[in-house]
C-alpha cells in the first residue's frame, strides 16, 4: 500500500561505530520542519552509539565468567565448612 505522505528520511553513512555500516531514521511528522539537518544527524548518531555500546556489554568475556564461578565455588566451600564445623561443635545433632 503506498500512502501519499512525504516522510523525512535521515541516513547515517560511515558513523565510524563499528557496528552498521549504514543506517536510515524516519523522522517523526510532528517535528518541526526547521529544525536542523545537524541536530537530526547528531541524534541519530547518538542513538546508534548508545545501541553498539549495549551491543558489546551484552555478553561477559570468559575470564569474567570464570572469576563468577570460583567466588560462587568459594561461598559454597566456606558454607560447607561452616555446617561441618558446627555440626562437629554441637555433637552431630540437628
Do not use: Q
Not at 71 to 84: D, K, L, P, V
Amino acid at each position: 500500500m503506498v500512502k501519499g505522505v512525504e516522510r523525512k528520511i535521515i541516513e547515517i553513512r560511515d558513523n565510524g561505530s563499528g557496528c552498521f555500516e549504514r543506517a536510515l531514521f524516519f523522522v517523526r511528522a510532528d517535528v518541526p520542519s526547521p529544525l536542523a539537518e545537524p541536530t537530526l544527524a547528531g541524534e541519530a548518531a547518538r542513538i546508534i552509539e548508545r545501541f553498539c555500546r549495549a551491543k558489546k556489554g551484552g555478553r561477559r568475556p570468559f575470564r569474567a565468567l570464570f572469576l563468577m564461578a570460583m567466588r560462587y565455588a568459594a561461598c559454597a566451600a566456606g558454607g560447607a565448612g561452616a555446617a561441618t564445623l558446627f555440626w562437629l561443635l554441637g555433637g552431630g545433632h540437628f
